[in-house]
């Protein structure tokens, strides 16, 4: 799952600091080390939706959990320590993963100016008065359901790219995971061949990128976030910046398929791959 890794980037993981992970954040910095990687960023979860503390949103029952900007800080500043202590020893990014940012603009914008910060990837993983995806119970749904939520999934991300001020979006298709991967539903995708393309070409317009989120291989679904030929039409409406990230929440997922990742966007026609310094593309060749 990790061979092939040398040299490679993973720019999408997770820690102590995301709600959803325990993975200790020295043990990660030292796999990155071992697997030998040109680039590895710590991308901890924090919702914009959710930057505040629980009382400052009243009685709302569709936000699990609140206080994101108190784990931002906390990720934040412990990355800015690690880099200064493993400095030499390993090329670590400060990332975050930033999601809903469509819809709170103002919070997003003030993250991005914070000067510790080097890449944002900017994710959708909950729509307006809706559940997170992760955390909906889709025995309750039929496939009118599904269709609705990934008609409003698709227009979250067009929304999501027109504000694209993030570096990176974030694992586009990765509902599927949910939907297709973990409850059987099917989904009929050519219906949004439209309003993706229009969505890269927003992301294409601002030099911005996707990633290749290759968690999905390791999942039920078994395929990446997106497909190749997503990351094709990406690059057929002028896209040229790619990044490649496992979405690990544990240490041993750290650069998990990493490699299958570098072949697809190999084989869509990217000779590079993009981390990020200072929200700036540094390439690293496919060979
Ligand atoms: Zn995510
Ligand atoms: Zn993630």
């Known amino acids: 799952m990790t061979q092939g890794v040398r040299g490679l980037i993973d720019c999408h993981t997770h820690t102590q600091f995301s709600v959803d992970s325990e993975a200790d954040i020295r043990k990660m910095i030292e796999r ?7 680039a590895y960023a710590i991308t901890d979860h924090c919702e914009a939706n959710r930057w505040y ?32 202590e493993y400095g030499g020893k390993i090329n670590l990014i400060c990332g975050t993963e930033l999601g809903q940012a469509q819809e709170f603009p103002e919070i997003a914008e003030n993250v991005l100016r914070d000067e510790r ?30 269709d609705k939520l990934m008609d409003r999934y698709f227009e979250g991300i067009y929304e999501l790219c027109r504000w694209g001020k993030f570096d990176i979006l974030g694992h586009l298709t990765y509902t599927l995971r949910y939907i297709e991967g973990e409850n059987g539903f099917k989904v009929n995708m050519k219906k949004y061949d439209e309003i993706i393309a229009e969505s890269f070409r927003e992301l294409a317009q601002k030099d911005k990128g996707i990633e290749i989120n290759t968690s999905g291989l390791r999942q039920a679904y078994g395929r990446a976030f997106p497909e190749e030929n997503y990351v094709k039409l990406f690059k057929d409406m002028g896209g040229e910046i790619i990044s490649l990230g496992s979405d690990a929440h544990f240490v041993e997922h750290l650069g998990a398929n990493i490699a299958d990742g570098a072949r697809i966007a190999k084989s869509a026609g990217f000779d590079r791959v993009a981390y990020f310094v200072k929200h700036k593309p540094q390439f690293v060749s496919l060979g």
Do not use: C, N, W
């Open 32 to 38: 990155a080390i071992d697997l030998g990687l040109a």
């Open 117 to 146: 910060l080097d890449f944002m990837i900017g994710s959708l993983h909950q729509l307006p008065a809706t559940e997170d995806f992760a955390l909906m119970d889709y025995s309750l749904l039929v496939q009118s359901d599904i």
């Open 53 to 84: 503390p629980k009382e400052y949103y009243g009685d709302v029952k569709v936000y699990p959990y609140f206080d994101s900007g108190k784990d931002y800080e906390a990720s934040v500043s412990e990355i800015t320590r690690l880099k200064a």
